[in-house]
T-cell receptor, first 110, second 114 residues
Framework: GQNIDQPTEMTATEGAIVQINCTYQ??????LFWYQQHAGEAPTFLSY????GLEEKGRFSSFLSRSKGYSYLLLKELQMKDSASYLC???????????FGSGTQLTVLP | GAVVSQHPSWVICKSGTSVKIECRSL??????MFWYRQFPKQSLMLMAT?????????EQGVEKDKFLINHASLTLSTLTVTSAHPEDSSFYIC??????????FGQGTRLTVV
């Protein structure tokens, strides 16, 4: 089976930096995604990591350590619009299906 | 970028009726499509994986006779919720993938069964 853990909720202040962690246990690992989801909307792609290391894309960065089964999403210069649920999703299996974590609800305060 | 269109965006139906949700990849051929269900304040739960021209693979606990999935072409997959009940009310989301690992999501369908 697969197990993906991420914190349920986080709160941060506008302009700050926040790191959302994700740990996973899976067989046949094929990569890890981070998605952003606003309430009532479909998830939108943020990042994809398949090799160890840091991927930077604007204000968002994502890190992966395959040996540790660990990833984090780093959000810099937080804006109010960043308040959303952030989903960690692992790709695995021959069908390369995505299995999602429970999501981290981030609230950005003024 | 790749676009996945899901229709309808929301639907209200009477208990006992069936509802069909369509998922189309507009500018790419989707070799694999996935159907998810999401209850309020919960994450996406994979219901089934479908490949064009073959039967869908359902996740444990998902009734294949209740949630009929058809992936008849490389650009269209449908999910039919048969004999819907109020507990089937949820947010249903499809995603489609080509050769790249990234899956692209439809807009989602909010189903309310009354």
């Amino acid at each position: 089976g697969q197990n993906i853990d991420q914190p349920t909720e986080m709160t941060a202040t506008e302009g700050a930096i926040v790191q959302i962690n994700c740990t996973y246990q899976t067989s046949g690992f094929n990569g890890l995604f981070w998605y952003q989801q606003h309430a009532g909307e479909a998830p939108t792609f943020l990042s994809y990591n398949v090799l160890d290391g840091l991927e930077e894309k604007g204000r968002f960065s994502s890190f992966l350590s395959r040996s540790k089964g660990y990833s984090y999403l780093l959000l810099k210069e937080l804006q109010m619009k960043d308040s959303a649920s952030y989903l960690c999703a692992v790709v695995s299996g021959s069908a390369r299906q995505l299995t999602f974590g429970s999501g981290t609800q981030l609230t950005v305060l003024p | 970028g790749a676009v996945v269109s899901q229709h309808p965006s929301w639907v209200i139906c009477k208990s006992g009726t069936s509802v069909k949700i369509e998922c189309r990849s507009l500018d790419f051929q989707a070799t694999t499509m996935f159907w998810y269900r999401q209850f309020p304040k919960q994450s996406l739960m994979l219901m089934a994986t479908s490949n064009e021209g073959s039967k869908a693979t359902y996740e444990q606990g998902v009734e294949k006779d209740k949630f009929l999935i058809n992936h008849a072409s490389l650009t269209l997959s449908t999910l039919t919720v048969t004999s819907a009940h109020p507990e089937d009310s949820s947010f249903y989301i499809c995603s489609a993938r080509e050769v790249r690992p990234e899956a692209f999501f439809g807009q989602g369908t909010r189903l309310t069964v009354v």
